[in-house]
T-cell receptor
Framework: AQSVTQLGSHVSVSEGALVLLRCNYS??????LFWYVQYPNQGLQLLLK??????LVKGINGFEAEFKKSETSFHLTKPSAHMSDAAEYFC???????????FGAGTRLFVKA | NAGVTQTPKFRILKIGQSMTLQCTQD?????MYWYRQDPGMGLKLIYY???????DKGEVPNGYNVSRSTTEDFPLRLELAAPSQTSVYFC???????????FGQGTRLTVV
C-alpha cells in the first residue's frame, strides 16, 4: 500500500526566496513519485516525476525534487520564487506504471511581493 | 488534440436530483479515473477503469456509478444527490506504460 504526507497545508515565501515543499511517502514497492501543480479553477498538471532513474529530478518552471530513499522523502524545491508560482502543489505516489496514483492533501504556495 | 474533456464545468443540483458528469479523452488511454477534491483533503479516488467494459471501486464510491462502454468515454453518475457530494470532480487518464496522469479541467458541483 502507498501513502503520501505533505507537511504544511500552506507555505508563504517572498518573491525571489527559496521554495521548499515537503513530501514524505510510504510504499511497499519501489515507488513512482510525482509533483503536480494546480492553478485556480484548473485541473492538475505534471510538474515532475521520479521513476527509478536519476534521484534528482528536474521539472518545468525551474522546479526540482530529490528522491531520498533513506528518508522516504521527495521534497520539491525552487531556488527563486516567482509570483506566477502561487498555486496548489500535490505530491503523489504510485506502485509503478502510474496506476491508481495516491495524492497528498496538497500544499498551497503563496508568494509575496 | 483536446486531451481530457469534462462537461459541464459547473452545476447546481437540488437534493435528490440525478446527473451525469461526462468525461471524454482522445489519447487512446486505457486507464481512466474519477476523483473528487475537497478543500484540504487532496484527491480521493471514486471509481476507475482499466479498459472498455471494466470498472472498479476506488476509495469513496458510495453514491456514484460509472460505465465504460468505449475507450474514450467514462461518465460518472450521481443518482440521488446529497449535500456531501458538493465537491470538484476531476477525470484523469493514463496510458499503459505512461507514468503520469492527465487531468480534465474539473466539474464544480454544488448540491443544495
Amino acid at each position: 500500500a502507498q501513502s503520501v504526507t505533505q507537511l504544511g497545508s500552506h507555505v508563504s515565501v517572498s518573491e525571489g526566496a527559496l521554495v521548499l515543499l515537503r513530501c514524505n511517502y510510504s510504499s511497499s514497492v519501489p515507488p513512482y513519485l510525482f509533483w503536480y501543480v494546480q492553478y485556480p479553477n484548473q485541473g492538475l498538471q505534471l510538474l515532475l516525476k521520479y521513476t527509478s532513474a536519476a534521484t534528482l529530478v528536474k521539472g518545468i518552471n525551474g522546479f526540482e525534487a530529490e528522491f531520498k530513499k533513506s528518508e522516504t522523502s521527495f521534497h520539491l524545491t525552487k531556488p527563486s520564487a516567482h509570483m506566477s508560482d502561487a498555486a496548489e502543489y500535490f505530491c503523489a505516489v504510485s506502485g509503478g506504471g502510474g496506476f491508481k496514483t495516491i495524492f497528498g492533501a496538497g500544499t498551497r504556495l503563496f508568494v509575496k511581493a | 488534440n483536446a486531451g481530457v474533456t469534462q462537461t459541464p464545468k459547473f452545476r447546481i443540483l437540488k437534493i435528490g436530483q440525478s446527473m451525469t458528469l461526462q468525461c471524454t479523452q482522445d489519447m487512446n488511454h486505457n486507464y481512466m479515473y474519477w476523483y473528487r477534491q475537497d478543500p484540504g483533503m487532496g484527491l480521493k479516488l471514486i471509481y476507475y477503469s482499466v479498459g472498455a467494459g471494466i470498472t472498479d471501486k476506488g476509495e469513496v464510491p458510495n453514491g456514484y456509478n460509472v460505465s465504460r462502454s468505449t475507450t474514450e468515454d467514462f461518465p460518472l453518475r450521481l443518482e440521488l444527490a446529497a449535500p456531501s457530494q458538493t465537491s470538484v470532480y476531476f477525470c484523469a487518464t493514463e496510458g499503459v506504460g505512461n507514468t503520469e496522469a492527465f487531468f480534465g479541467q474539473g466539474t464544480r458541483l454544488t448540491v443544495v
